[in-house]
């Protein structure tokens, strides 16, 4: 009882001293097409759907809607096949790569990785499912998988020559799609269009995204990140108007005074939106961007759209004959002639083109413009000043070892840590040119050195060898990694240690292949743009204050009941802040720094063992050593 009374008052003194639960560090976040309903399966009262290879689950009684992903449940991603089982009352959800869960109504999920991770000779992809009793039988490129739903395992297999191999399975059953599907075309379970994000922007609490290549014709698409709404882009009908097949965006770009104006590069040419819709088709009739040939039109290759702050719009274009750069200003366009970007020679016999794949605009904090070349055949970085029209290419990668750094894939992306140092992205790892390098003489390229820690004086080159395809840069200073295969890597503001390293191993990240990386500084959200669709991770680092005030320094959760086991946040700091966490009787319980604006406590003292209930003081201090403020935590046990 007394207990109870303790949390009752402690809940009380919260509510008026402090602030409710935010998205908890640590958590992810999954944002799943379900726009292409491909199969419907009646479970009851529930309708389970499978769309856009992904899963929801719809009650017939009271309408609601349950989406399913790998961040709430799922093991994988890419659907390929479901099937319910009355018997077993469980659906069997089978993937591309052949691992399996099973569903239950109620949301509980199992998984059978059996199939997946078994080494086999043949072809293991699900191709359909019948059902029988409680087994599921798995028609397979190499034979025939009987699954026992109830128990939930793989009770045989059978190859065609095999002396029992069944042939009297039940006919496939595709009825429940079609008595509902007119049912199911009124749904709106949300979520965007298309599980392809290759290039991303955020403005202002907006998520922009595009497929970023030439191929998969994937709209605009914006996440709103207020409501959680998508807005999908005019896509339908433009093919009509420009002559050309749509390809989706292979980049794109938001005008600065009018977050409605957009203009989007892609494999023929730059399209302009407003409010979304269609508006406007450049290509060589009227503007200076040219086909790769001269005249093939399905080939005019927009790879960069930037705007600047007065307005312009500079644009990119690929491997094309006269011309690599184009500047847009109040409706009039100019070419711009640089030799440095005209060196793509795939034949003797044809003059230089601009280089393949000139991409990843950006401006640095001194009004700059960096860009790349990601393409084997030059890959370089570009510092280009718009004022003077001055452009430097940097083409060999020397690093302060003197070694020349083998970049033989193409330079993939570029961007400015928070000490104005410019980071790139190659197939053989991250490369730093420090702010203090740039514009002299026999440029030094920084691989970073981290000391093994082993008793010796080695130390290895920071993902060496690793391909790097996004980097983005908290408001801690650490590096956020994207790769092409191997997840994402977290690393520390002083680039020393390994944060995290999440994989489709273990995490809910969607794919190995991340492709472009976000942050949403004030919330700490962190998106990754796959191939297999759009996740998110809640960082610890968000942006940080101007000043330290009793309004805008607050915990969450708080109080902190005895069923959280989670991460305790607090908010609302300034940089690199000394943080305090005291007992009521003032002895130190744990302290640290702050990660941009954030720092977090587990609820437990320096020896590990969970504290007692009670309030906590979290002090502050400035990182000159001027006092913050101070909060309190109730902790419930």
């Given amino acids: 009882m007394k207990k109870l009374i303790t949390f009752v008052l402690l809940l009380a003194w919260s509510m008026v001293n402090g602030q409710w639960s935010m998205a908890q560090i640590g958590t992810w976040k999954a944002y799943m097409a379900y726009s292409d309903i491909q199969e419907i399966q009646k479970a009851g009262d529930e309708l389970f759907v499978m769309a856009s290879n992904d899963l929801y689950q719809y009650n017939l009684n009271d309408q609601s809607i349950y989406t399913y992903d790998k961040a709430n449940g799922l093991s994988d991603t890419d659907i390929r096949h479901i099937k319910w089982c009355p018997e077993a009352k469980r659906l069997i959800v089978v993937y591309q790569n052949s691992n399996i869960d099973l569903v239950e109504t109620d949301g509980d999920i199992i998984n059978i990785s059996d199939l997946y991770t078994k080494a086999i000779t043949g072809d293991k992809t699900v191709n359909s499912i019948l059902i029988e009793g409680v087994y599921a039988y798995l028609i397979c490129g190499f034979g025939i998988v009987k699954v026992n739903m109830e128990r939930a395992e793989i009770s ?44 991303m922007k955020l403005f202002n609490d907006n998520l922009y995204t595009a497929n970023g290549n030439y191929n998969h014709g994937v709209p605009i698409q914006v996440l709103e990140m ?122 003797s016999s044809i003059p230089n083109r601009s280089n393949a794949e000139l991409c990843k605009m950006m401006f640095d904090s001194q009004g700059t413009m960096w860009f790349c070349n990601n393409n084997w055949t030059v890959p370089a970085l570009y510092q ?19 070694m020349d750094v083998a970049v033989g894939g193409g330079v993939r992306c570029v961007v400015e840590d928070l000490e104005k140092n410019i980071w790139i992205g190659t197939n053989v ?66 680039n020393m240690t390994q944060v995290q390293h999440f994989t489709t191993e273990n995490s809910p990240l969607l794919s190995d292949i991340v492709m472009s990386i976000v942050i949403h500084s004030s919330s700490g959200e962190v998106f990754f743009g796959t191939d297999k669709g759009l996740c998110s991770y809640m960082s610890d680092a968000t942006t940080p204050s101007e000043s330290m005030e009793k309004d805008n320094v607050w915990a969450y959760p708080n109080p902190v009941t005895p069923e959280y ?5 607090i908010t609302g700091l300034t940089y690199n802040a000394d943080v305090k966490i005291t007992n009521a009787a003032g002895f130190l319980i744990t302290e640290g720094r702050s990660n941009g604006g954030l720092f977090t406590w587990d609820g437990k003292d320096k020896k590990g063992n969970r504290v007692a209930s009670g309030i906590y003081n979290v002090i502050t201090a400035t990182n000159d050593g001027k006092k913050g403020t101070v909060c309190k935590i109730a902790i419930v046990n």
Avoid at 459 to 478: E, H, T
């Fill in 565 to 569: 086991t989670g991460l305790i946040t």
């Fill in 429 to 494: 790892g991250p490369l730093v040119l420090e702010r203090t390098e740039i514009n002299d003489e026999g440029t030094v390229f920084t691989q970073i050195k981290v000391p093994r820690n082993d008793g010796t004086d080695y130390a290895d080159y920071l993902l060496s060898g690793i391909d790097i395809l996004s980097i983005a840069i908290d408001k801690a200073g650490r590096k956020w990694f994207g790769t092409n295969g191997n997840g994402v890597y977290l690393i520390s503001a002083d």
């Fill in 384 to 402: 280009y000043n718009t004022q003077t029209d001055a452009i430097i290419a940097y083409e060999s990668f020397i690093n302060q070892d003197g």
């Fill in 156 to 199: 045989d297999s059978y190859t065609p020559h095999h002396p029992e191999y069944p042939t009297d399975l039940p006919a496939e059953d595709n009825s429940d799609y079609d008595k509902y599907i007119e049912l199911v075309k009124t749904l709106n379970p949300g979520g965007p269009k298309y599980n392809y994000f290759g290039y």
């Fill in 226 to 347: 207020s409501n959680k709404e998508w807005t999908i882009y005019q896509h339908e009908g433009i093919s009509e108007t420009t002559g050309v097949s749509y390809t989706g965006s292979f980049c794109f770009d938001i005008d600065p005074s009018n977050q409605n104006h957009v203009l989007a590069g892609s494999r023929n040419g730059l399209y302009e939106y407003i409010n979304g819709q269609f508006t406007q088709y450049y290509d060589h009739n009227n503007s200076p961007i040219e086909p790769f040939d001269g005249k093939e039109k399905e080939y005019q290759i927009v790879t960069g759209v930037q705007f600047d702050q007065e307005g312009n719009v500079w644009i990119l274009n690929s491997s094309a004959p006269n011309t690599a750069l184009v500047k847009l200003s109040n409706g009039y366009f100019t070419k711009l002639n640089h030799k440095e970007l005209m060196k793509l020679n795939t034949n």
